[in-house]
């Protein structure tokens, strides 16, 4: 079976988005992920579970897949497709789209810049069971 989906909107990697706070616990300090990058995730788990057919979540797919992921940009700054791509796994195994992200659940991943669209920027997910 192959799920198609979609996320509308800017893809910050999580990567680039941290702050620094101080362990409550033991006062070190620890490295989270800022509220930009934890609001994107929220919004793009919420996407994911709203799209994905109720018949895929049912079934409680294990993989493999293989996952291609087409991302459009608002302009053409450069950026890494890597981080974005974490992010979006990120948030597939947060949906519970996919149980994991490891390389024996996803056996192939494409990622593919399709350019700029001012307009909307957006990324599409297609996911094939294998």
């Given at each position: 079976?192959?799920?198609?989906?979609?996320?509308?909107?800017?893809?910050?990697?999580?990567?680039?988005?941290?702050?620094?706070?101080?362990?409550?616990?033991?006062?070190?300090?620890?490295?989270?992920?800022?509220?930009?990058?934890?609001?994107?995730?929220?919004?793009?788990?919420?996407?994911?579970?709203?799209?994905?057919?109720?018949?895929?979540?049912?079934?409680?797919?294990?993989?493999?897949?293989?996952?291609?992921?087409?991302?459009?940009?608002?302009?053409?700054?450069?950026?890494?497709?890597?981080?974005?791509?974490?992010?979006?796994?990120?948030?597939?195994?947060?949906?519970?789209?996919?149980?994991?992200?490891?390389?024996?659940?996803?056996t192939k991943l494409t990622v593919e810049y399709m350019g700029a669209d001012r307009t909307d920027p957006h990324a599409e997910i297609t996911i094939d069971e294998v």
């Amino acid at each position: 079976m192959i799920i198609k989906l979609a996320y509308y909107g800017v893809i910050h990697a999580k990567k680039n988005n941290k702050r620094i706070i101080t362990n409550p616990r033991s006062g070190k300090p620890m490295i989270i992920s800022n509220a930009k990058a934890r609001d994107q995730e929220d919004a793009m788990m919420a996407a994911f579970m709203a799209q994905t057919p109720r018949q895929w979540r049912i079934a409680r797919r294990t993989g493999p897949f293989e996952i291609t992921i087409r991302i459009w940009e608002r302009d053409h700054r450069r950026r890494d497709l890597d981080n974005q791509a974490t992010a979006i796994l990120d948030a597939l195994v947060l949906a519970r789209v996919i149980p994991d992200d490891s390389s024996q659940i996803v056996t192939k991943l494409t990622v593919e810049y399709m350019g700029a669209d001012r307009t909307d920027p957006h990324a599409e997910i297609t996911i094939d069971e294998v």
